[in-house]
């Protein structure tokens, strides 16, 4: 059974820090890229954050560059997403998700989904 099992989200204040992570099961991790998603109600899933198999190629979307890290440990098979200096609008649900061949940012070049970990930044 596959499983990508979300956690550490939850309430922050604006300027606050957290830590996801996204635990793997019954999938193959480790030659595949990983990325984070989020979705804000009323809005389309958006593209976080995606690092490569290795490590060595990590990708950000703008509005959180140099405030969040993407990394990865394959012997744990878990990804995780550092995110500092949080602003209200990063409020929103995290998905971790395995790529389905490499990095990118499209939602659909992603085969396997974690159920989401909501994440609330309050200004």
């Known amino acids: 059974q596959v499983q990508l099992v979300e956690s550490g989200g939850g309430l922050v204040q604006a300027g606050g820090s957290l830590r996801l992570s996204c635990a793997t099961s019954?999938?193959?991790?480790?030659?595949?890229?990983m990325g984070w998603f989020r979705q804000a109600p009323g809005k389309e899933r958006e593209f976080v954050a995606a690092?490569?198999?290795?490590?060595?190629?990590?990708y950000y979307v703008d509005t959180v560059k140099d405030r969040f890290t993407i990394a990865r440990d394959n012997a744990k098979k878990s990804a995780y997403l550092q995110m500092n200096s949080l602003k209200s609008k990063d409020t929103a649900v995290y998905y971790c998700?395995?790529?389905?061949?490499?990095?990118?940012?499209?939602?659909?070049?992603?085969?396997?989904w974690g159920q989401g970990t909501q994440v609330t930044v309050s200004s």
């Open positions: 690092i490569s198999w290795d490590g060595a190629r990590t």
């Open positions: 998700a395995r790529a389905s061949n490499t990095e990118g940012s499209n939602p659909v070049e992603y085969d396997y």
């Open positions: 019954g999938v193959t991790f480790s030659p595949f890229a």
